[in-house]
């Protein structure tokens, strides 16, 4: 497949699951909420055109430590293949230069460069060696090409941290917004994850889950 449109599926699977108060800021720009950085948006503004589900098979995790999270851990996808762990995501089709605008937020605001056709021929692409510096290939729907973003590195290759109590309600949040989860079914799917599983217990993330007061109002 050759990328020859203007527009791609961008899957996301962390706190870009919450569309209103999460991904709409690396769009418009912003502060998200729980968050204490502000986005700068993107040039081209335009909401996305569709938002659909995708399950990821790949495995999720929480590891490394982000200041714009209060120094919690944050998600990524391991980079192997792995139908017994699929993540649950969410895809937004934006423009080309939308997604770029996006990794380049993710990536410190430095300028990068994606050559889409090489990624979908490998399969992914570490265009930096940073947490969000690697983009993969998830197939395609709708005739659109299906990419996402991790870190450079393999899981095991990070270090394992949980998640501020603010970045864990954005993706619950995101989860009831995307798939009308309850809090029992979003504890049973962030338990199994690495990063949460041995470091948070179901007790503490129902706390968690319960003083969850974002708004999930999808534009």
């Known amino acids: 497949m050759c990328v020859s449109g203007s527009m791609i599926w961008y899957a996301s ?4 699951l919450l569309y209103k108060d999460g991904f709409l800021c690396y769009i418009k720009g912003g502060i998200r909420k729980s968050a204490s950085q502000s986005e700068g948006g993107c040039k ?18 929480f590891a ?3 200041p714009r999270w209060n120094g919690g851990g944050v998600a ?3 980079l192997s293949k792995n139908d017994d762990s699929l993540t649950a995501g969410r895809m937004y ?18 300028e990068i460069s994606v050559d889409f056709d090489d990624v ?4 992914s692409n570490v265009f930096r060696k940073s947490w969000y ?5 998830l197939g395609e729907n709708d005739r659109y090409p299906i990419f996402t973003f991790t870190h450079y590195k393999d899981f095991g290759s990070q270090t394992l941290n949980k998640p501020s109590p603010g970045y864990i309600q954005i993706i619950a949040a995101g989860l009831k917004e995307s798939y009308n989860w309850t809090d029992d079914q979003i504890a ?4 199994q994850k690495p990063g949460i599983k041995t470091n948070c217990d179901r007790n503490q993330l129902t706390k968690i889950l319960c003083n969850n007061a974002i708004e999930t109002d999808a534009d």
């Open 13 to 16: 699977y962390g706190s870009n």
């Open 44 to 61: 081209d503004k335009t909401p996305p055109r569709k938002t659909t589900n995708i399950n990821m098979p790949y495995l999720l995790y």
């Open 64 to 66: 490394e430590r982000a």
């Open 76 to 78: 990524f996808i391991g």
């Open 93 to 110: 089709l934006i423009t080309k230069e939308q997604f770029r605008d996006v990794i380049k937020q993710e990536n410190g605001n430095q």
């Open 120 to 123: 979908i021929k490998k399969g």
């Open 133 to 137: 510096g690697n983009i993969i290939y």
């Open 188 to 191: 049973d799917y962030l338990l």
